[in-house]
Every structure is written in structure tokens, then in C-alpha cells.
């Protein structure tokens, strides 16, 4: 709009742009606790995994499916992204009637995950016992099997496994820090890798190509330390170690032998 200046000009100043504020920083949103409302639609990257124990019942296979996903977050001020699991599948009809408590279980462990605390979850589910006696289910590093409570706390090892292979938790079982998991989706995100497969740095002390089992469990430790199940003689079917089961020798190697019957 044009301005009629009906006095003489003595002076003039040119007036400043107002200057605009810099943004707000971005408040911290944890991505690894972010709670995640629902399964999304479509297609989740997923590991497939086929658990073979054997309890007094014998040896059984079952299937679990493990799904995960990309979770984006806010740390330090910086949007972030991270690979979290958010569904665990154990599909039904196998083996026996009791797996409906193991389904529901992995329904409850998916809550857990969508809500940010899965890791505590897991640990929890291992703890687990029952009155069958130990599930043998999986090797340590000493190439020695490994001995849990109950089924589901050989499943929740294995899930541990799975976790840790994908580099979710580190080797005791424990958290990944936000940081490293930011990391080491970056790093695969660059190598083109995609989100699979998760790079697990080698632990200082192991040997080429062991494996160190997470949590330890019941015989975490070769035979004559620690307080795993002693052994006491061989299995006169498969020869494979016997162990104490209810105050009967039992075979633990996979051919389920008892001398009691």
C-alpha cells in the first residue's frame, strides 16, 4: 500500500526482519520402552525356530516364532530408530493339551514386548518350575546340556537365544543399551543388510566358533563344579549320561531309558 509523505525527509532507518525462533528441541521418547499400541498391518521380518527338549515325558519338538520390528524414538534431541521384537507366535496343536498355557504365555510375552519390557518378561518366564522334573534343552560352552526347571523356562532360554543371536540382549541375557541397538541398526541399515542378520560382537575369552549359552542355567558349569545335576553312570540303551530324576537314574540323552521304567 502506497504512503503520501506530505513532510520533509530528515532521516530514515531501515526496519529489521523479525527474526525467527529456532525450533524446540525434540523431547526424549525412549524407543526401546515406547509402548507400541498393536501389531501393525503387513509383513514383519520374523525368526523361525524349531526347540528340541526332552523332559520325563520324553523328547519333544516344538516351533516358535519370533517377529520383529523398526521402532523410531527421540534421543538426545535426535530421532532414532532401533530393532525391537514385538510378537511371539507359538502355533497350536502341538504335542499336547498343556501347550495352551504355553500360547497363552507368548500372548502375554507379546503384550510385554509392545509395552517395553520384554527383557524382564523373558527372565521372569525362566525362573518357571514344576514338579516333572529338570527340561533338558540346548548346550553351554563347555558343549555340556543345559537343564531347566519346566518347559516353559527351556522355551524362555531358548527365546533368550534367539535374542541375543539377533543382538537384542547381550550374552548374560541383560539389555542392550538404547545406544548400541541404535548402533547396530544403522550399521546393518548402511551394509544394506537390511534388519537381518543382527551383528553380535564376539565376546573377549571365547574360543572360535563356541557359543556361550545366556543365564548359565542348571549346569552351566562342567561336570564337578557349580550345582548342576551329577551324573551317575551311563545309559545302557544309547549309552548317554543318566542323572537322578525323582530318585531314579533316567537317561537325559535323548532316549528317555529310566531304571525304574
Known sequence: MAVEISSKIVGYRVKAEQETPPPAP??????????????????????????SYVGAEGR??????????????????????????????????????????????????????????VTQAVADLRKVAWDKGLVRCGMNRWGKPMFHDSEVSAIAWSIQQILYRRGFLDIDGNQVPVEELVSRYAKRQASGHGWFP?????????????VEAIG??????????????????NCPECRGELIMMDGCPTCYAGCGWSKCG
Open 60 to 117: 519333544k519338538k516344538v516351533y516358535l516364532l519370533v517377529s520383529f520390528m523398526p521402532v523410531e524414538g527421540v534421543l538426545n534431541g535426535q530421532r532414532v530408530i532401533i530393532e525391537r521384537p514385538v510378537e511371539f507366535f507359538f502355533p497350536s496343536g502341538q504335542l499336547s493339551s498343556e501347550h495352551q498355557w504355553i500360547t497363552a504365555t507368548m500372548r502375554s510375552l507379546s503384550l510385554a514386548a509392545r509395552g517395553g519390557y
Open 198 to 210: 543382527a551383528e553380535v560382537e564376539e565376546e573377549p575369552g571365547l574360543e572360535s566358533g563356541a
Open 26 to 51: 525434540l523431547a526424549d521418547e525412549n524407543p526401546l520402552t515406547l509402548r507400541i499400541a498393536s501389531r501393525p498391518e503387513g509383513t514383519l521380518e520374523a525368526v523361525s525356530e524349531k526347540i
Open 216 to 233: 548359565g542355567g542348571a549346569d552351566s558349569k562342567p561336570s564337578g563344579e557349580g550345582k548342576g545335576p551329577a551324573t551317575v553312570g
